[in-house]
């Protein structure tokens, strides 16, 4: 691994939305990668990535729930190669994942060949309602 420049620090920002009551249930929730593909070249480096990105997962306890797939797009834009969804027990994982030095060895390999849009989400408890966003916090 070299010491470039992280590839991603320039479209990374975090953002923590006030629509919404903070949840302190104690439990950790699970929490989302999510990647909105708009393009892809498909050549080498991205057959690699996809051969080691697993291995990356693993050590976390995420896995994949959506790639690519069948999907309609009912509203809105959306990039036309679909989505990617990986979950992970909480958000701390998902967040020491795309951090840790497994996946940012293999990052380049995506990042030179796939426009995507890429958040870091956490979920909500379970029994959680919509009108939960509602309450004061």
Known sequence: MTDSPDPAAP??????????????????????????VHSVERCPDIVEYLERIDDT????????????????????????????????????????????????????LRTRHMVADVIIAEGVPAGYRGADSLKEH
């Open 57 to 108: 997962l693993d050590a976390f306890g995420g896995r994949s729930v959506v790639h690519r797939g069948t999907f309609e797009n009912p509203e809105g834009s959306w990039g036309p190669l679909g989505l990617i969804l990986i979950e992970f027990p909480d958000y701390e994982r998902a967040r020491a994942w795309y951090d840790s030095p497994a996946y940012r060895e293999i990052l380049p």
């Open 11 to 36: 479209y990374r920002r975090r953002r923590q939305l006030d629509t919404g009551p903070t949840y302190t249930t104690g439990a950790a929730m699970t929490a989302y990668a999510l990647a909105q």
